[in-house]
């Protein structure tokens, strides 16, 4: 068995047994993009207005998995249908919200992010959940509509 055919059927195994999903920390501990992991994770939060739509952006050093969670917000959302990576994924997984997996890699990911007009103005949390430098981390980001 290769060495990715082994880690795509034991990521696989992870999330059927919904063990976390790529990651696998508490997600109650997470950790922010500015604390000491920032040299492995940046992350660049939109601030939008209601009516407009912005970038969510990540870049990951030598990831291999990741995962953003949808905002629990009605007229505030992540379009995770038109995601762009700058490398391919070497899996995806069509969960809600959807998954990523590489093999350990360096990888800037884009998603949107939707205000509708009748968004209300505040902060909104996101949380991403990223295997980078080995580790899996969860981080919040905030996005805000003005």
């Given at each position: 068995?290769?060495?990715?055919?082994?880690f795509?059927?034991?990521?696989?195994?992870?999330?059927?047994?919904?063990?976390?999903?790529?990651?696998?920390?508490?997600?109650?501990?997470?950790?922010?993009?500015?604390?000491?992991?920032?040299?492995?994770?940046?992350?660049?939060?939109?601030?939008?207005?209601?009516?407009?739509?912005?970038?969510?952006?990540?870049e990951?050093?030598?990831?291999?998995?990741?995962?953003?969670?949808?905002?629990?917000?009605?007229?505030?959302?992540?379009?995770?249908?038109?995601?762009?990576?700058?490398?391919?994924?070497?899996?995806?997984?069509?969960?809600?919200?959807?998954?990523?997996?590489?093999?350990?890699?360096?990888?800037?990911t884009?998603?949107?992010?939707?205000?509708?007009?009748?968004?209300?103005?505040?902060?909104?949390?996101?949380?991403?959940?990223?295997?980078?430098?080995?580790?899996?981390?969860?981080?919040?980001?905030?996005?805000?509509?003005?």
């Open positions: 068995m290769t060495s990715r055919t082994a795509l059927a034991v990521a696989g195994c992870l999330l059927l047994a919904g063990c976390g999903g790529v990651i696998g920390d508490d997600p109650r501990e997470t950790e922010s993009a500015s604390d000491e992991y920032q040299t492995a994770l940046t992350v660049d939060a939109p601030t939008i207005s209601p009516g407009e739509t912005g970038t969510l952006t990540i990951m050093r030598h990831t291999t998995g990741l995962t953003v969670d949808r905002i629990r917000a009605e007229n505030v959302s992540i379009d995770h249908g038109d995601v762009a990576h700058s490398r391919p994924p070497s899996v995806t997984w069509l969960s809600l919200p959807p998954s990523w997996g590489w093999e350990s890699t360096n990888v800037t884009e998603l949107p992010v939707v205000a509708t007009e009748n968004a209300s103005r505040g902060a909104y949390n996101v949380t991403i959940h990223a295997g980078v430098d080995g580790e899996g981390r969860n981080y919040t980001a905030v996005v805000t509509v003005d």
